[in-house]
């Protein structure tokens, strides 16, 4: 069992924009602008997406996001962990919860784009741990040097 507690959220509160706002910024420094695919408050605020915390007690630990493809499929968004606990576990907690979400919804696919440059690698190593492995592009993503497809079947 998990020592966070995830639990769906609306983005409204101010941690949680912080947190996703801080993603944003770092993901734009580590990528050219083209490559950037996180999705802003907005956007993960659409009917297609179901957007989670995972907290421990009062302190924000992660979030992430389940993105509806179509009936079958489903695409992890906006997955980040805290800077402060980073490797203590959250991100593989909210990684494991949406895989969970994913089977309750019964998905058989699950997919996700992330970088290829050195900061990603822990991300890529902790999908890998999960399962997942570099597919075929999907939607709009196109692989290259930036970016990177996985996927993986429930």
């Known amino acids: 069992m998990s020592r966070y507690r995830i639990v769906p959220d609306d983005l409204t509160d101010p941690r949680i924009i912080d947190l996703l706002r801080f993603h944003l910024e770092e993901m734009h420094s580590w990528s050219p602008a083209c490559k950037v695919h996180a999705m802003p408050v907005e956007r993960l605020r659409e009917p ?3 957007f989670f915390a995972a907290w421990d007690g009062e302190a924000l630990a992660a979030v992430g996001a389940l993105k509806e493809i179509d009936e079958t499929r489903g695409e992890l968004k906006s997955m ?4 402060e606990y980073r490797g203590k576990g959250a991100g593989e907690a909210i990684l494991v919860y949406l895989m ?3 089977r309750r919804r019964e998905y058989s696919w699950l997919g996700l784009e992330t ?3 050195e900061p990603f690698l822990p991300a890529v190593r902790l ?3 999960h399962g997942f492995a570099e597919c075929e592009n999907f939607g709009d993503y196109i ?3 930036f ?3 996985m996927s993986r079947t429930l």
């Open 100 to 102: 969970e979400e994913a």
């Open 48 to 50: 297609d997406v179901s």
């Open 127 to 129: 999908y890998e741990k």
């Open 143 to 145: 692989s290259d040097e």
């Open 147 to 149: 970016s990177l497809c």
């Open 115 to 117: 970088g290829r440059p």
């Open 80 to 83: 980040r962990a805290a800077p």
